[in-house]
């Protein structure tokens, strides 16, 4: 009876002290500092076309989108370049600080990965192996097949495992626009790129069609990432994305740059 009171006791005395733990915890006030200061500001790298362009007139759906929630939330949008951004798809290696910013943007895998350094608002557009075909173009084992890998964070290595089973060879590209010439010359009639590589492609040679290749060879979705505990600031920037998408602004961005949720982009 005694060892089952101290046992109790001990209980409410270590409750006690998670409660006067958590009344010393600093409240969230990352929406009121951002209220305050006017300004919303945000990382993002200095192209990844289409989230991020570095186009003024046409600037990227992440900063077409972040900018209307900026003017909807009434403070400014301001864009902090990280070169280091897009490089690959690890936050750990971008270097970037809550003093940079207060929103990450423009290639941001809602992966464990990220979610593990930040909070994460999926934006619906997905990343994947697309194959881009010319029309009436077919996989027929010894054909050659163009294969742009890039910087999409995607498995290169099983790719490479699931189209030599199919008996294709491989042509690397080193850039999209490589990718478009080869198909141009007609060095392959197919090709393979991640689903926003695929777009600088189609931009460079008309009349294609994208499919995706099977999910088995990976597919993750992008978002924006915030700042662990900045939970009022994300609360409101995903409460006006949402307002975003019923009012049909989202679908606009989208087709302005050949997005589709939850889909390959459309050419």
């Known amino acids: 009876m005694a060892r089952r009171l101290y046992s109790d006791l001990g209980a409410f005395a270590l409750l006690g002290s998670l409660l006067v733990g958590a009344s010393l915890l600093q409240p969230d006030t990352s929406l009121q500092l951002v209220e305050q200061a006017g300004v919303l500001r945000i990382c993002v790298p200095d192209s990844f076309p289409p989230l991020v362009t570095g186009v003024a007139a046409n ?41 940079q910013c207060e929103v990450v943007a423009g290639g941001v895998l809602t992966s464990r990965t990220t979610k ?29 097949v163009g294969v742009y890998p890039g910087f999409s964070g995607l498995d290169r290595l099983t790719l490479s495992t699931y189209l030599r089973e199919k008996g294709l060879r491989i042509v690397l590209a080193s850039s999209p626009e490589a990718l478009s010439q080869g198909l141009k010359t007609s060095q392959y009639d197919i090709a393979v790129a991640s689903s926003l590589d695929s777009l600088q492609t189609a931009n460079a040679l008309p009349g294609l069609t994208s499919t995706w290749l099977p999910e088995s060879l990976g597919r993750f979705a992008f978002g924006f990432g915030l700042w662990k505990g900045d939970v009022t600031l994300k609360r409101r ?18 087709q302005r740059y050949g997005l589709r949720a939850s889909g390959p982009a459309t050419f």
């Open 59 to 99: 600037p990227g759906f992440d900063v077409s989108v972040l900018e209307e929630i900026a003017k909807r939330m009434k403070v400014r949008l301001a864009l902090n370049v990280n070169t280091t951004m897009g490089r690959d798809f690890n936050p750990g290696n971008w270097r970037v600080t809550r003093a």
């Open 116 to 144: 593990s350094f930040l909070e994460t608002i999926d934006t619906g557009i997905e990343n994947g192996w697309v194959q881009i075909a010319k029309s009436g173009a077919a996989i027929e084992p010894g054909k050659p």
């Open 237 to 254: 920037i995903l409460s006006t994305y949402r307002q975003l998408e019923q009012d049909g602004f989202l679908d606009k961005q989208r």
